[in-house]
């Protein structure tokens, strides 16, 4: 299904006196507006494929009803959420849960919603049917020859449907491993992984990136070959100019500083994109600024901070991609939720006074420095969300619009009640 946009000017007309009120009091108070709401209309996020179904845990899925069957209703879908919000123009595949087999058809359906393909991410951490190898002792790190080889054509698979689709980069996440103190030699371990990097790399078109995504536990216990951003990174180093370190805000350990993470990896232009998500405990791959929302912030004004001293493109020059997906919310409302908060956060960012800052530092005067950043975080951006939207032909309330059409009880009458995602 489409919204018939006039729908969406029929919300924003019942919502306009209220909205300009609110816009013109922040601008009153605030000389950054106009530039905030013009940084907001450019940014986009990719949506998952695989956040378009209702996610499990390994106790137990509870379907909600209405998800995509294949790939061109999951198209569908982010098509939908992009109407809504304007801020959702990309996706992100995962293979082989999501086979575009018909590509052009595919790249065409994408083309009509607006939509791009972002980065195309392999799977080789699980045991497709048919397979002839298993994956169970690890892929690109695995001491057998034909394994690796049979993760490194998986790869260089990829690569082929993402550029067909007119992706440009790819994103390596690799549950290797280990288990058990003694099951792997680190250091051999590391040099086969990154053989086998190596030979995916030889493989990217020109102007391709390659995403190196770590990850610091699960589903191996005792040791992750790519387990933090310093591994993540010297595989990067090692590969060369195209490769780049990709961070998932829910892949580190307990209280890790993610904002000094992502400073320092854009010091060394070696950030290449974002998995958002947010977390309480582990990986708990929850809806963005959820939990933890200071924390979304602080690493925005990092990366704003970074990207502006290296003179980059805010909307083009990272991948911005959320990766969550869980039981209990109707997918696409959560993603919704998901691309409002990176883009509250971003916005928020975009307000803290750099000068200033930069005066508190140099005469540490910290309390200066603490509230120069809070007064940014505590500021309600979402008129600017609201206005760049309008002005950018999305709703005012996305999701107070996503309920009032009742889009979920459509895609139920369309789709019917049991169906389930490819790949959940
Ligand atoms: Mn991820």
Same mark, same amino acid.
């Given at each position: 299904m489409e919204i018939d946009p006039i729908q969406i000017d029929a919300h924003n007309a019942s919502l306009l006196k209220q909205h300009t009120r609110k816009l013109q009091q922040l601008t009153r108070e605030n000389s950054r507006t106009q530039y905030v709401i013009r940084k907001l209309v450019e940014f986009q996020i990719a949506i998952p494929s695989w956040a378009l179904g209702t996610g499990g845990t390994r106790f137990g899925r509870f379907a909600g009803g209405g998800?995509?069957?294949t790939l061109e209703e999951k198209i569908l879908d982010v098509g939908l959420l992009h109407q809504l &919000?304007?801020? #959702?123009?990309a996706i992100s595949l995962h293979i082989p849960w999501d086979i575009p087999t018909h590509t052009k058809k595919i790249k065409a359906l994408a083309a009509d919603l607006g939509l791009k393909f972002d980065a195309v991410n392999s799977n080789t951490f699980q045991d497709q049917p048919h397979?002839?190898? #298993?994956?169970? +002792?690890? #892929?690109? %790190?695995? !001491?057998?020859a034909k394994v690796r080889q049979q993760a490194i054509d998986h790869n260089l698979e990829v690569i082929k449907y993402g550029k067909a689709l007119g992706s440009n980069a790819i994103t390596v996440w690799l549950s290797d491993g280990?288990? +058990?103190?003694? %099951?792997?030699n680190f250091r051999k371990a590391f040099e086969r992984t990154l053989e086998s990097l190596q030979a995916i790399y030889a493989a990217l078109p020109s102007q391709w990136k390659m995403f190196i995504e770590y990850k610091a536990f699960e589903p191996n +216990?005792?040791?992750?070959? !790519? @387990?933090?951003w310093g591994q993540s990174y010297l595989y990067a180093s090692k590969l060369g100019p195209k490769a780049y370190t990709l961070v998932d805000? @829910?892949?580190?350990?307990?209280? $890790? &500083?993610i904002e000094q993470i992502v400073a320092l990896l854009l010091m060394e232009g070696k950030l290449g994109g974002f998995h958002f998500n947010d977390s309480?405990? @582990? *990986? *708990? *791959?929850?809806? !963005? @600024?959820?939990?933890?929302p200071y924390q979304l912030f602080l690493i925005f004004n990092e990366l704003v901070e970074g990207m502006d001293a290296r003179h980059?493109?805010? $909307?083009?020059n990272l991948g911005w991609m959320i990766d969550a997906s869980h039981n209990v919310k109707d997918p696409l409302e959560d993603l919704l939720q998901s691309v409002e908060a990176i883009k509250i956060a971003y916005a928020q960012s975009l307000l803290v006074d750099r000068r200033e800052l930069n005066r508190a530092q140099q005469a540490n005067d910290v309390a200066r420095a603490q509230e120069i950043l809070q007064q940014a975080f505590r500021t309600d951006v979402r008129p600017l969300l609201a206005e760049a939207r309008l002005q950018a032909g999305a709703a005012l309330q996305p999701l107070q619009l996503f309920r009032q059409l009742q889009v979920r009880r459509q895609l139920i009458a369309e789709r019917g009640k049991n169906t389930q995602a490819t790949g959940l």
């Open positions: 998800e995509p069957r &919000n304007k801020s #959702s123009g397979q002839k190898l #298993s994956y169970k +002792f690890g #892929s690109l %790190q695995h !001491v057998n280990s288990c +058990f103190p003694g %099951q792997l +216990f005792y040791s992750m070959t !790519v @387990g933090d805000l @829910g892949h580190h350990l307990p209280h $890790a &500083n309480k405990y @582990g *990986d *708990d *791959d929850l809806t !963005v @600024g959820s939990i933890n980059m493109n805010h $909307a083009t």
